[in-house]
């Protein structure tokens, strides 16, 4: 499977000059934050997805992407709405495409 990106908005608060993206592939969901100095970059396996919830507005949505591992959730806000939708279909398709046999990380 390919990776797909899916970038926030610049019209929305904290995307102004440096945008939060998601990437989406079969193996993780990672989210990449820059800053003037700094990258911050979190990412969760695919296998370890709890849930994903996606809280829709006027014009963007916010969602959470909740780990079974323990980890903070990941949040990104400012995208459109068909992205947060494809991003849940992604992660839903992916965790479906997994052996239900693999041995779990500890």
């Keep these: 499977m390919t990776t797909e990106v899916f970038c926030a908005s610049r019209l929305t608060q904290g995307n ?3 945008r939060t ?3 989406v592939s079969d193996k993780s969901v990672t989210r990449r934050k820059r800053s003037w100095l700094t990258r911050d ?3 969760i ?3 370890k997805v709890a849930s994903v919830h996606i ?3 006027l ?3 916010d969602i959470l992407i909740e780990s ?3 980890t903070d959730p990941m949040a990104s806000h400012g995208h ?3 992205d947060a939708l494809r991003i849940k279909q992604l992660i839903e398709e992916n965790q479906a495409a997994l052996p239900k046999d693999a041995p779990t990380e500890v």
């Design 68 to 70: 079974s591992g323990g």
């Design 80 to 82: 459109r709405k068909r």
């Design 59 to 61: 014009c963007w949505s």
């Design 21 to 23: 993206c998601l990437e």
């Design 45 to 47: 396996s695919i296998s």
């Design 41 to 43: 970059e979190m990412s």
């Design 55 to 57: 809280k829709t507005g």
């Design 16 to 18: 102004h000059l440096f």
